[in-house]
Every structure is written in structure tokens, then in C-alpha cells.
């Protein structure tokens, strides 16, 4: 019996990956080919866009190759990528700037002073996207304010690659609804973003719905032209489809040197104070959550500050410290931080030190950092009347029994652990077999995958993690003045160096 396949392409902050999946959600092949993000100043991060579109390229005829000589039958093409990004066409569709990533942090000034007016809370609320420096609305505000590029068309990374694959400008409603830029209650371009951007609506691509199928026209070795190219989503969206996590009380959380809490509903919308951000999938479902800046990264410059590269040991002496660190409690904003406080500024912390504690305390309290990070994110998805009772989880950092634990115990849940693979490519994938109506529906995606292991929490750990919450919730807001403060000075004494 032939195996039919979906070309999920996933054009991801490091690297682009093609997986090749059936209807039942089986990754048969993978392709890969590494893309570095780049950045020469600072805040800077961005990316070569014709360098991904030949990385994309690349993986998708290796897939292609693979799948022949497995014997498998290529149906259609379906994309995803990491969302936020921005770059500059002329009027013929070249790239004028680099693709500017959602790491980039230069538009920090203007994102300040839009989240700042009166109508900051509100471009929220239409939105869906925080009103923070890795949103296309102010990366916008800050090209008109800092260059002189003269764009005839603005998109995304994912949009330039779908346009070489179909000849079309277009992006779809999960890419569009991170941007800042689309109405999520219409699924139109919100005019009062387009106004402060200082574009208008004929600048951006056509938008049209995540399963929406346009022909292939570009030549690639292997596949017929004509052949199915679905529009797609976003990377984060299509990750809660990829493990199965689309039905109500069922979070998707990713941890890698980032991570993510997200939620499935079937209607837009945020909590009343602009915590949480909400993209769609497609076919009127739609994620609610927050991504945090630190992860496993907190883990990585410990091991660079304390002076070891193995990461492994260092984990090993934290678990070696019970729960509570010591008496430590860390605020882990090593890259200032996104959810739920959507804020660049504030800095990391520990509190409580003392000379007794040494590295493994300080590395679990970082980690259990993290862990609150996460809970608060959780705690606003819940206020938005989306609670969560499971949790599926996926990430380099629960290989380490340690992160798994903390984790589990902050959420006070167990954890569902899906298969460290490609959420967003296997996503993708399904989200094309909707398209082409081999799935009843998106939210079908639930009974094809089943997690490949389950860590259950500690009650104890968890309660105890709990109490502690309204302690990080207060040192946070009683050191953001401080934190904002620093970084002024900081900016101050960079303009004094470079006069």
C-alpha cells in the first residue's frame, strides 16, 4: 500500500526543517539545514532572507529525495516558521532589508512609548500581540524612525518563502494575527495599527485562511508544479496541533532555550490586564498564551559563569538541592522577559543570598524561576476563562529530570511528555492534511498522538511552589522601577562612549 505524505516546512529561528508526515501523524522523513540569525549591534537579530529561502529550499529537495526512495507518494506542501519577523520588498518582490527577527529588541524605545499612550492597551485587545519590541507593529514604527528604507511591500520570512514557492504575496490569518497589525475580532488589517505603523493595507501581503491551498510554480526536483502549497500558521499555534494539544483544559508547553504556554479556544480574545497573547490556528480556533524569554538558556550561562561546559553535572548538583533552593528565589530575566510582563528591561535577580549558598542553589533557583515564569503565564490563560487541567509538554530541557520536576511541581499538574520532535513541521504537516480534507477536523489532531511518557508531581513540591508565587509577583513589580533605571543609565553611559 503506497504512503501518502504532507511536507511540513518549518523555517525556525536557527534552522529550517522539513518533515514528511501521513494522516496518522507519522514522521516518516527529516530534512535540516542550518541558518544562523545574525546581529552586528546591539539588539540586533536577523536573518539573511534569501540565505533561508535557499537553507528551505535545500531541506525540501533533500525530503523530496528521502521520500522517493522510501517509496512515498508527496500530496502537498504546508509551512510554518517562527512568527514575528519583518522585512522589506522593492517592487519586484527583492528583499530590501534583512528579516528581522522576533529576538531583535532595537524597537524597544518605541514599544515603550506605544505601550505607554492610551492606546497601547487597546491595539492589545484588538491585536491579540503584546504591544513589545518583537512585534512587526513596532519594528515598523522604529524602520520609519531610524532608516530610510522605502518599502513597496512589507512581510514576513515565511511569507517571501511561500511567494518563491507560489508566486504570491500572501500571508494567512495565524501568521498576521502575531504582527500586530491584524483586527483578530475581523480578520482584516486593523487601520489604527496601520496608521501608527505609517503603512497602509496595499503595502502587506493578501490575507487569506491558514488552510487555503495555492499551486506550487516553482521548479523543485521531485515535485510537479501545481502541486498543493498550503498557506499554513505560525510556528507557536501549529506546535499545540503538533502534540495534540487542541482541545479544552489541554495546555502545550515548549521548553528550550525559550518557552511557551498555550491553550486551545474557540474564540478570540485576552485577559483584562494584557498578559496573554492570542494568534489563531484556523477554522476559528485560536491559542491563548505567553512565551517566556529565559528558559533553558538561565541553565546555559550558569555553566558559562560558573566556569564548566557540562551542563549535565551542574544540572545534577541542583537536583541534589531540595526544593526552595536554600531560601533563594530568582527572577530569571536574563533577556529581560516576555510573558506575562511583556517588559525588556527588567534584569535578573537573586534574592536571598547568603554565604552558604553556592552554585547548585543558585542553579535551582534559576530553574525554579523558570518554573514560576511559566505558572504565571498559566495563571493568566486561566483568567481569560480557559482553564487548564493537562498539560503536554515537549523540549530539549526535559531530558534533565530536574527541569521536569520543577516544572511539574510550579504548574502543580502532571506532565504529559509528547515526543521531543518536530512539533511545529508534524503540525504544519496536519494542518496541510486538513487542508486537503484527509482530517474531520483540526481539533481530530488530539486522538492521532499520545504522550511517550507522564512525570507526576510532587504535592508536596507543588504546594510549596504555590506559596512562593505571590512573593515573585511582588519582587517583580518592586524592582521594575529599579530595573527600568538601570537600563536608562546603561543607554546613558553608551552615548557617553561612542561621543
Request: aromatic share 4%.
Amino acid at each position: 500500500m503506497t504512503t501518502r505524505v504532507v511536507l511540513g516546512i518549518d523555517l525556525g529561528s536557527t534552522a529550517t526543517k522539513v518533515v514528511a508526515a501521513d494522516a496518522s501523524a507519522v514522521v516518516h522523513v527529516l530534512a535540516e539545514r542550518g541558518c544562523p540569525m545574525l546581529g552586528e549591534h546591539p539588539g540586533e537579530a536577523v536573518h539573511d532572507p534569501r540565505q533561508v529561502l535557499t537553507a528551505a529550499l535545500e531541506a525540501l529537495t533533500e525530503c523530496v529525495v528521502h521520500c522517493g526512495q522510501k517509496g512515498l507518494v508527496v500530496d502537498g506542501l504546508s509551512l510554518t516558521g517562527a512568527m514575528h519577523t519583518l522585512m522589506a520588498l522593492d517592487a519586484n518582490n527583492n528583499p530590501l532589508t534583512h528579516a528581522v527577527s522576533w529576538a531583535d529588541n532595537r524597537a524597544a524605545d518605541q514599544a515603550a512609548r506605544i505601550k505607554g499612550s492610551p492606546a497601547g492597551a487597546e491595539l492589545h485587545r484588538a491585536t491579540g500581540t503584546p504591544v513589545h519590541p518583537f512585534a512587526p507593529l513596532s519594528k515598523l514604527v522604529w524602520f520609519h524612525e531610524k532608516t530610510d528604507v522605502r518599502a513597496v511591500k512589507w512581510c514576513s520570512l515565511k511569507d517571501f518563502v511561500l511567494l518563491h514557492l507560489t508566486g504570491r504575496l500572501a500571508t494567512e490569518h495565524s501568521y498576521a494575527s502575531g504582527s500586530g497589525l491584524m483586527n483578530m475580532h475581523t480578520l482584516d488589517w486593523h487601520p489604527e495599527s496601520l496608521r501608527l505603523a505609517g503603512i497602509t493595507a496595499d503595502q502587506l501581503p493578501e490575507l487569506v485562511a491558514p488552510t487555503d491551498v495555492l499551486p506550487l510554480t516553482a521548479q523543485i526536483d521531485g515535485l510537479p508544479t501545481g502541486l498543493p502549497v498550503v498557506a499554513g500558521g505560525g510556528d507557536g499555534p501549529l506546535a499545540n496541533l503538533g502534540v495534540g494539544a487542541v482541545v479544552p483544559g489541554m495546555a502545550a508547553l515548549s521548553l528550550g532555550t525559550s518557552g511557551a504556554l498555550r491553550v486551545v479556544r474557540d474564540e478570540p480574545g485576552i485577559d483584562e490586564h494584557c498578559r496573554v497573547f492570542c494568534y489563531a490556528i484556523g477554522e476559528g480556533l485560536w491559542v491563548l498564551g505567553g512565551a517566556i524569554s529565559n528558559g533553558g538558556s538561565v541553565a546555559a550561562w550558569a555553566a558559562k559563569a560558573f566556569g564548566t561546559n557540562d551542563i549535565g553535572s551542574l544540572l545534577a548538583e541542583a537536583e541534589s538541592v531540595p526544593p526552595g533552593a536554600g531560601g533563594l528565589l530568582a527572577l530569571p530575566y536574563l533577556l529581560g522577559e516576555r510573558a506575562p510582563w511583556w517588559d525588556p528591561d527588567p534584569r535578573a535577580m537573586i534574592l536571598g543570598l547568603r554565604r552558604e549558598h553556592g552554585r547548585a542553589q543558585i542553579v535551582r533557583a534559576l530553574i525554579e524561576g523558570v518554573g514560576q515564569q511559566l505558572a504565571l503565564v498559566r495563571d493568566a490563560v486561566a483568567a481569560t476563562g480557559a482553564p487548564i487541567d493537562r498539560v503536554r509538554a515537549t523540549g530539549g530541557a526535559f531530558r534533565s529530570p530536574l527541569w521536569a520536576e520543577v516544572i511539574s511541581a510550579s504548574l502543580g499538574t502532571d506532565l504529559e511528555l509528547a515526543e521531543d520532535s518536530e512539533g511545529s513541521g508534524l503540525g504544519a504537516a496536519l494542518l496541510g492534511w486538513r487542508a486537503l480534507g484527509e482530517l474531520s477536523s483540526l481539533r481530530a489532531a488530539a486522538d492521532l498522538i499520545e504522550p511517550v511518557d507522564v512525570v507526576r508531581v510532587d504535592a508536596a513540591n507543588a504546594a510549596r511552589s504555590a506559596a512562593v508565587r505571590p512573593v515573585v509577583e511582588r519582587a517583580y513589580e518592586a524592582l521594575r522601577t529599579l530595573s527600568s533605571e538601570l537600563a536608562e543609565a546603561e543607554a546613558g553611559a553608551a552615548d557617553a562612549r561612542g561621543r
